[in-house]
């Protein structure tokens, strides 16, 4: 089989794997006591309703969003977005059929993740340690220069020249999505790099699968995705707890219990379809989730959406079996058990067009546009 035929055969499968659990952003301090005792005792870190914690080591300069649990050892920052606790959790409950390393790969992604610093310097230069890249698709690290994307790179150690001026700009490193790093090292050629300011933004997160996560091999790098571009539109802090392939599963909520969240965007559906969950089944595991979310966040508005189009919907894609259960069923459901939340119709706002070759995913190209067309319908006489 050849290699794209390859890549082709797993972005249709990754669809089948899970959703995430995130947190918003980190500081890193000087002070070399820290890191091993904020993640002691059991279960999650308990995380203060602005999401920010100190950190150690040579990275105190830096600010992480969307991996709440990264943390430095030996001088080295650990992105994460799930506390340890979690990954077992995670990866011995709801398998779907795929193996379970696949599984592992995808609950320690950065997907979402972004660096933010300032720096004067014409030179930077970043070092990062790929630790798994699960599906043998390369990372893209892309950064923006005051919101503007300036270099992208498909290697974990890279140099960027650019700034002609010894003014501070503020840049921001979106890290692989489909890919779990450790930053080793970060610096300025001449100049400095020091801490952004932080933005003062309502919390918004988006829990889902594939579509959320990522687009398989087709893209590989967070900047792209939709729920970063709502955010942006919305001028808000994007949290993607999204994980690429399973069905619902409560344990990606653990992380928000401590956390003050204005929004919660769900998009769920695909892989129970494609698994042809019963409805009953699928209905159940929402309404668990959506009480979960109450219970742990209750003065935040949650968005349903339905899934988008998707060229696998007929009956002959699953053998012709006598009991196939049509995505339409599955969107049905949705609008049931959210009906005393908002929800967005994802097949409204999306068409077969923008999808890539395999039928599922949107291609990177539509990711925008499709955070446009929400924004639109949803948002934009709204003031977030």
Not at 302 to 324: E, K, L, M, Q, W
Request: proline share 4%.
């Amino acid at each position: 089989m050849k290699a794209n035929q390859i890549k082709v055969l797993i972005a249709f499968l990754v669809p089948f794997l899970f959703q995430g659990c995130l947190p918003d952003f980190l500081d890193f301090s000087s002070d070399d006591t820290q890191s091993h005792a904020l993640f002691e005792g059991e279960g999650p870190n308990p995380l203060d309703t602005n999401s920010i914690k100190d950190f150690v080591g040579e990275f105190q300069q830096l600010r992480i969003y969307g991996a709440p649990f990264s943390q430095v050892n030996n001088g080295v920052l650990e992105v994460n977005r799930f506390h340890s606790e979690d990954f077992v959790k995670f990866n011995s409950n709801n398998f779907i059929g795929m193996n379970s390393d696949f599984l592992h790969y995808q609950t320690q992604s950065s997907a979402g993740t972004y660096i933010e610093f300032s720096s004067n310097s014409p030179q930077l230069k970043f070092e990062f340690n790929e630790i798994n890249d699960g599906m043998g698709i390369d990372g893209v690290y892309t950064l923006l220069e005051n919101g503007v994307e300036v270099y992208q790179s498909t290697k974990p150690v890279f140099e960027f020249t650019g700034n002609t001026s010894d003014e501070f700009k503020d840049y921001q490193l979106f890290l692989p999505f489909l890919v779990k790093v450790q930053l080793i090292k970060a610096q300025a050629a001449f100049g400095e790099i020091k801490k952004v300011p932080l933005k003062e933004k309502p919390i918004v997160i988006y829990i889902g699968d594939s579509n959320t996560q990522a687009s398989t091999g087709f893209i590989s790098s967070s900047e792209v995705l939709w729920g970063r571009h709502l955010a942006h539109l919305r001028d808000t802090h994007y949290w993607n707890l999204a994980v690429s392939g399973s069905t619902i599963n409560p344990y990606v909520l653990n992380s928000i219990q401590h956390i003050s969240i204005q929004d919660i965007f769900i998009a769920f559906g695909v892989n129970s379809f494609q698994l042809q969950k019963p409805i009953s089944i699928f209905k159940t595991q929402y309404k668990n989730v959506l009480a979960l979310l109450n219970e742990y966040s209750k003065e935040s508005q949650i968005y349903c959406v339905t899934p988008i189009v998707n060229d696998f919907t007929n009956a002959s894609h699953f053998g012709d079996r006598s009991d196939f259960i049509p995505l339409e069923n599955y969107r049905m459901a949705i609008r049931d058990v959210c009906a005393s939340h908002s929800i967005i119709e994802g097949k409204e706002l999306s068409n077969k067009e923008w999808l890539n070759t395999d039928k599922v995913h949107l291609d990177s190209d539509y990711h925008p546009i499709f955070a446009q067309k929400i924004f639109e319908r949803y948002f934009q006489n709204m003031s977030n």
